[in-house]
């Protein structure tokens, strides 16, 4: 629990601080904090990917230490602020300098899954949003994460893989959303929300592979419904939750005059969804031949995930009534 505290305050301690030593020593503390979380004597492959972890992290905080030490000495600013960047979203796992995170998420279990793709991404994302200003930089890379993000995906059955697949396709989003602070925000908590929902399905029901996704939702409506309505909200399918926050970035793009981007950013999208339909389509069409409804008691979460899904639904449908 006092880990769990600490990864929290250090994330709090390097988004507030007003400089780069405070914002490297609050991503430090960050790492220090995580490592214990991820160890797990019992799983082998747990303690591999905590290893891994912390070198991946160790070197991109070197080079963002002297980043930072190049930019204090006034030298080799363009040098500087390009080892930064890398720096940051190499910690972040973003295109093209994800290669390390795939593995790592395979040996984890879900709870720390769950951390590394929603909670771990919020310092690294602002300190990135507060160094970076140039559209152009933030537009390639947010094309790259959601090129990369949606090809890797289409032949994986793990689980995993595809979260982590799915997390660099919305970094690219998020990355897109950095024309406006807000709407940043709102785009990861919108995130965040349906991929721990999720998440925490695949928790409960212990699914690691594609394989027994049909197995486990053959006899049972309401883990089918409900699976189903969390994958197309993640695919950001109108009128579900996760449409809402694409749609205000589309829009943020297009007053900022990125309209180019906006339409590539919509056709590349189609390559993930095509992924989330791959994934839902045997839930959907294969049914078993003895229909028997199975007692399954949905997290609170859960419903209220759903609700707000259902309750997103009935808002669209509303709004073009009244248009």
């Known amino acids: 629990m006092s880990f769990f505290l600490m990864l929290i305050i250090s994330t709090m301690i390097s988004i507030s601080s007003y400089s780069w030593m405070g914002m490297w020593l609050g991503l430090e503390i960050n790492l220090m904090s995580m490592i214990p979380l991820m160890i797990n004597k019992k799983n082998y492959s747990s303690s591999e990917s905590s290893i891994k972890y912390f070198i991946t992290q160790a070197l991109a905080s070197s080079i963002l230490i002297m980043s930072i030490m190049l930019m204090e000495t006034k030298m080799m600013s363009f040098t500087a602020t390009l080892f930064m960047n890398s720096a940051i979203m190499t910690k972040m796992g973003t295109a093209p300098f994800h290669f390390w995170f795939p593995d790592i998420i395979e040996g984890m279990n879900w709870m720390n899954c769950m951390m590394l793709l929603t909670w771990q991404k919020v310092a690294p994302m602002i300190i990135f949003f507060t160094n970076n200003k140039s559209s152009n930089i933030i537009s390639l890379i947010a094309l790259t994460s959601l090129i990369i993000g949606g090809i890797s995906s289409i032949n994986q059955t793990s689980l995993r893989k595809i979260m ?127 229909l028997k409804w199975k007692t399954f008691i949905m997290p609170k979460y859960s419903l209220i995930m759903n609700s707000i899904n259902l309750l997103s639904f009935l808002t669209y449908s509303l709004w073009f009534l009244m248009n």
């Not at 709102?186 to 925490?200: C, D, H, K, P, R």
């Not at 205000?248 to 339909?277: A, D, H, P, V």
Request: glycine content about 4%; proline content about 4%.
């Open 164 to 290: 982590v697949y799915s997390s660099i396709n919305h970094m690219g989003w998020m990355m897109a959303a950095m024309t406006n602070e807000l709407i940043l925000m709102f785009y990861i908590t919108i995130y965040s929300a349906i991929s721990i929902n999720l998440m925490l399905f695949f928790k409960k029901m212990n699914l690691f592979f594609l394989s027994q996704i049909s197995l486990a939702m053959k006899n049972n409506p309401k883990i089918k419904l409900m699976f189903m309505m969390n994958f197309m909200s993640m695919g950001g399918l109108p009128p579900f939750l996760g449409f809402i926050p694409k749609w205000i970035t589309i829009q943020s793009l297009i007053e900022n005059n990125q309209m180019t981007l906006s339409i590539l950013m919509t056709i590349l999208t189609l390559i993930m969804l095509y992924k989330y339909i791959q994934i839902l389509l045997p839930s959907m069409t294969l049914q078993s031949s003895s």
